[in-house]
């Protein structure tokens, strides 16, 4: 079992619907990341949080440390917000730290 | 200067050949990372730079030998690769490699800010 699982794995949507995409983890974490993956390979950080809610335009990611899950919102979705999403947690003290990234949703957004 | 440049964006390489990855930021970034990602697969961690020194490595074979010579710079340099090298090697910074958050406030040096990568091919 992967210490980090996201779901769904694929998702497709249309244009305009509320996406969510979810993560579990399994082991104690100081930080949870979220980051989106373009076609070609670039990888944007769009969120890093230890507990609550962060929004930032049309996305918002939660994160419930009890429960060890975080879920990444998409409003309002768009075709150009195709991209893989992928969950990463931050283990480990100091020089130990490590990202240990999900398996990442693949989203499409079709018009 | 907001960014991590990575060049080539394309390297097809011989299995006998010697080439060389670079990664550039002029952020004031002190932690410096390669990862590689096999397609469809999230990356994988094979080196961390902190203050220019090699913090980690995480097993990685000795055909990829990493150099950071300075705070702005980091190279990998590529000798007698395999085929299953083929791969996208992403390189991302940090302004430290860790800070533990204090009185659970998260340290912003810790977020990553990656390269849009360099697709490597070894025939």
């Known amino acids: 079992k992967n210490e980090v699982e996201q779901s769904p794995q694929n998702l497709t949507a249309q244009e305009g619907e509320f996406i969510t995409i979810n993560c579990s983890y399994s082991v104690g974490i100081s930080a949870l990341h979220w980051l989106q993956q373009h076609p070609g390979g670039g990888i944007v950080s769009l969120f890093m949080l230890s507990s609550g809610k962060k929004k930032h335009g049309r996305l918002i990611a939660t994160i419930n440390i009890q429960e060890k899950h975080s879920s990444l919102h998409i409003t309002a979705s768009h075709p150009r917000d195709s991209a893989v999403y992928i969950c990463?947690?931050?283990?480990?003290?100091?020089?130990?730290?490590?990202?240990?990234f999900g398996e990442g949703t693949q989203l499409t957004v079709n018009p | 200067d907001t960014e991590v440049t990575q060049t080539p964006k394309h390297l097809v390489m011989g299995m006998t050949n010697k080439k060389s990855l670079k990664c550039e930021q002029h952020m004031g970034h002190r932690a410096m990372y390669w990862y590689k990602q096999k397609a469809k697969k999230p990356p994988e961690l094979m080196f961390v730079?902190?203050?220019?020194?090699?913090?980690i490595n995480e097993s990685v074979p000795s055909r990829f030998s990493p150099e950071c010579p300075n705070s702005s710079l980091l190279n990998l340099h590529l000798h007698a690769l395999q085929p299953e090298d083929s791969a996208l090697y992403l390189c991302a910074s940090s302004q430290v490699y860790f800070r533990a958050p204090l009185q659970g406030r998260l340290s912003g040096a810790n977020v990553l800010t990656f390269g849009a990568g360099s697709r490597l091919t070894v025939l």
């Open positions: 730079y902190s203050y220019e020194k090699l913090s």
């Open positions: 990463a947690v931050r283990t480990g003290e100091t020089s130990g730290s490590r990202l240990t």
